[in-house]
């Protein structure tokens, strides 16, 4: 069984950091990521990172800001958030794939955390 745990949001001001973290637990898939929920809204991606290699890709609301980076060892995948924004404000979920193509959906993805929420305030 795979489990996906995310810590590391918070309440934070404008122009502030964060560093979000996913712990996984069980056998290791392709390619994991973060997307975003915010209240009212559709899940987004954010950003995806295949766990062998660095193949990384960011949407273009984040690319710039956020770096996306894992630990083999320690069996996490993080979410370096700088220059954040009020509208980044939202549920962020780390998610994982078995597969190549189409990480924008979230229909890609077989595993799911719990979420963790980034409040920014301006």
């Known amino acids: 069984q795979v489990q996906l745990v995310e810590s590391g949001g918070g309440f934070v001001q404008a122009g502030d950091s964060l560093r979000l973290s996913c712990v996984i637990s069980?056998?290791?898939?392709?390619?994991y990521s973060w997307f975003r929920q915010a209240l009212g809204k559709e899940r987004e991606f954010a950003a995806t990172?295949?766990?062998?290699?660095?193949?990384?890709d960011f949407s273009d609301s984040v690319k710039g800001r956020f770096t996306i980076s894992r630990d083999n060892a320690k069996n996490t995948v993080y979410l370096q958030m700088n220059y954040l924004k009020p509208e980044d404000t939202a549920v962020y979920y780390c998610a994982a794939s078995s597969r190549w193509e189409n990480y924008y959906s979230p229909l890609t993805y077989d595993y799911w955390g719990q979420g963790t929420q980034v409040t920014v305030s301006s």
């Open positions: 069980g056998r290791t898939s392709l390619r």
């Open positions: 990172i295949t766990w062998i290699g660095d193949n990384t």
